[in-house]
T-cell receptor
Framework: DAKTTQPTSMDCAEGRAANLPCNHS???????VYWYRQIHSQGPQYIIH?????ETNEMASLIITEDRKSSTLILPHATLRDTAVYYC????????????WGLGTSLAVNP | DTGVSQDPRHKITKRGQNVTFRCDPI?????LYWYRQTLGQGPEFLTY????????KSRLLSDRFSAERPKGSFSTLEIQRTEQGDSAMYLC??????????????FGPGTRLLVL
């Protein structure tokens, strides 16, 4: 079973920041938080991942709480092309290689 | 484009037929994964390879399913005697696993299978 909880759907106005929350209260010390998104009928696209520090790349920022029990993916200036299902995944190191996916958050960016 | 590629992108077949899908990973990636995704659900893990060795298989991978990665490069996923319940998107991902470093899986566009 997925170890994360996400809202089913969210809306965001074009040009505004989209803040997507994820709860992972049972995360353990060596587990990373990964974010992917899937635009309709396409393969998932990697966005970002982190362990405990906040991370930023050209696509998004990842804010992880100090207790690591939750995180937020931030798309700073959402565009219509950011409309997608966003998946938050907790993945361990060691021999645990596979990604276990939940249902994700369906983000609609509106003009 | 040097991303993960999958072929075919779409496949329609009749129940009972065999189908084979191909995945070409990102060059020099040593791990290759197969997932299955049905409508409205997240992807589900099927199996993965480290080079040519198949290291883990999900219980979802019934005996009608077989995957190979003979030379540690491309991989094939075959489904024998297809059933309507096999209709899904089949996703391939690859990653570079290095000691001491967290790996990231990169996905192909998927093969959408419809079994009539």
């Amino acid at each position: 079973d997925a170890k994360t909880t996400q809202p089913t759907s969210m809306d965001c106005a074009e040009g505004r920041a989209a803040n997507l929350p994820c709860n992972h209260s049972t995360i353990s010390g060596n587990e990373y938080v990964y974010w992917y998104r899937q635009i309709h009928s396409q393969g998932p696209q990697y966005i970002i991942h982190g362990l405990k520090n906040n991370e930023t790349n050209e696509m998004a920022s990842l804010i992880i709480t100090e207790d690591r029990k939750s995180s937020t993916l931030i798309l700073p200036h959402a565009t219509l092309r950011d409309t997608a299902v966003y998946y938050c995944i907790v993945r361990g190191g060691g021999n645990n290689r596979k990604l276990i996916w939940g249902l994700g958050t369906s983000l609609a960016v509106n003009p | 484009d040097t991303g993960v590629s999958q072929d075919p992108r779409h496949k329609i077949t009749k129940r009972g037929q065999n189908v084979t899908f191909r995945c070409d990973p990102i060059s020099e990636h040593n791990r290759l994964y197969w997932y299955r995704q049905t409508l409205g659900q997240g992807p589900e893990f099927l199996t993965y390879f480290q080079n040519e060795a198949q290291l883990e298989k999900s219980r979802l991978l019934s005996d009608r399913f077989s995957a190979e990665r003979p030379k540690g490069s491309f991989s094939t996923l075959e489904i024998q005697r297809t059933e309507q319940g096999d209709s899904a998107m089949y996703l391939c991902a690859s990653s570079l696993s290095l000691a001491g470093r967290q790996e990231t899986q990169y996905f192909g566009p998927g093969t959408r299978l419809l079994v009539l």
